[in-house]
């Protein structure tokens, strides 16, 4: 028994996309995290600070909120 009413539903292909998405901006912030703790650690092993610049946090922002987003329309509108 579907959960949304058929006409709330979206076609397929616009499932797979937000899954995708959601994907990618997973593996991005992953990635982005890889690339921040060896700025940190390099810093550290110099004696010196590195903050975090506002493009780390837009981009990490961003990226946080694609994956929501896709998780939510994977949730409501994959197929049961």
Same mark, same amino acid.
């Given at each position: 028994?579907?959960?949304?009413?058929?006409?709330?539903?979206?076609?397929?292909?616009?499932?797979? +996309?937000?899954?995708?998405?959601?994907?990618? =901006?997973?593996?991005? &912030? !992953?990635? @982005?995290? %890889?690339?921040?703790?060896?700025?940190?650690?390099?810093?550290? +092993?110099?004696?010196?600070?590195?903050?975090? =610049?506002?493009?780390? &946090? !837009?981009? @990490?922002? %961003?990226?946080?909120?694609?994956?929501?987003?896709?998780?939510?329309?994977?949730?409501?509108?994959?197929?049961?």
């Amino acid at each position: 028994m579907a959960v949304v009413p058929p006409t709330v539903r979206a076609p397929h292909h616009m499932v797979a +996309s937000a899954d995708q998405l959601a994907t990618q =901006a997973g593996l991005a &912030i !992953f990635a @982005l995290g %890889g690339v921040r703790t060896r700025a940190v650690e390099r810093a550290l +092993s110099e004696g010196t600070y590195v903050s975090l =610049a506002p493009t780390w &946090i !837009f981009v @990490l922002s %961003g990226a946080g909120m694609v994956l929501a987003v896709g998780t939510l329309a994977v949730v409501l509108f994959a197929d049961r």
